[in-house]
């Protein structure tokens, strides 16, 4: 069992940056994938960044790829999520997941953890 809590939501104007964070309890195990994913109202739930396997691998939608940059503390099993450059398409509720294998990184269905989520907003 991982519980997942995340943490560094917030409102911010377009162009600014924000920093999520997800503390993890429980036995995350040797090989696995840590990743953010966010879903805005009335769309689908995307996956957002994701890392495996002791931080050895990261992926990214293409959405945010050159904005975002997770990482993962893994003395702490603290994941984060440095977000910069955002734009009002960013806006969303940002949730932070956990499954014990590797593969579909950035595929939700695939992971087994998630935490409540922490909101984003982005003004123009």
């Known amino acids: 069992q991982v519980q997942l809590v995340e943490s560094g939501g917030g409102s911010v104007q377009a162009g600014g940056s924000l920093r999520l964070s997800c503390a993890a309890s429980g036995y995350i195990g040797r090989k696995y994938c840590m990743a953010w994913f966010r879903q805005a109202p009335g769309k689908e739930r995307e996956g957002v960044a994701a890392?495996?396997?002791?931080?050895?691998?990261?992926y990214y939608a293409d959405s945010v790829k050159g904005r975002f940059t997770i990482s993962q503390d893994n003395g702490k099993n603290t994941l984060a999520l440095q977000m910069a450059t955002l734009t009002p398409e960013d806006t969303a509720m940002y949730y932070c997941?956990?499954?014990?294998?590797?593969?579909?990184?950035?595929?939700?269905?695939?992971?087994?953890?998630w935490g409540q989520g922490t909101q984003v907003t982005v003004s123009s």
């Open positions: 890392i495996c396997t002791a931080g050895r691998t990261t």
């Open positions: 997941a956990h499954k014990p294998r590797e593969g579909g990184a950035l595929v939700g269905n695939y992971y087994n953890y």
